[in-house]
């Protein structure tokens, strides 16, 4: 079984669990499948916004499909979500990400 299966299997198991679906949007972008990365990554967004690691990879993913304005909407979201969790290194990576994707 690969680790996609292996992931999916899981998560039938534990379909609230945020880490797995992170987990399998990571694998997705590893293996290069960019559409179902975001679209993973978006599911996270919408259903967890408070889960801050999908901020910067879901930016990330913009920015590699050519959509920098997407990318900077989300790299300001992600700025805002660590300020109210008091995430401040958290913070100041998705605002040099931010300021190197605008500079």
């Known amino acids: 079984m690969d680790r996609l299966e292996s992931l999916r299997k899981m998560l039938e198991s534990n379909p609230s669990d945020l880490f797995l679906h992170y987990a399998l949007a990571m694998e997705y972008l590893s293996a290069g499948d960019d559409i179902p990365a975001l679209e993973k990554l978006e599911e996270i967004r919408h259903d967890a916004p408070e889960y801050l690691p999908t901020y910067y990879q879901l930016a990330k993913l913009y ?6 304005a997407s990318a900077i909407r989300i ?22 990400a931010l300021d190197e994707l605008i500079f």
């Open 63 to 68: 920015e590699k499909m050519n959509d920098n």
């Open 75 to 96: 790299y300001e979201q992600g700025i805002e979500v660590a300020r109210n969790q008091n995430e401040t290194k958290t913070m100041n990576e998705l605002r040099s």
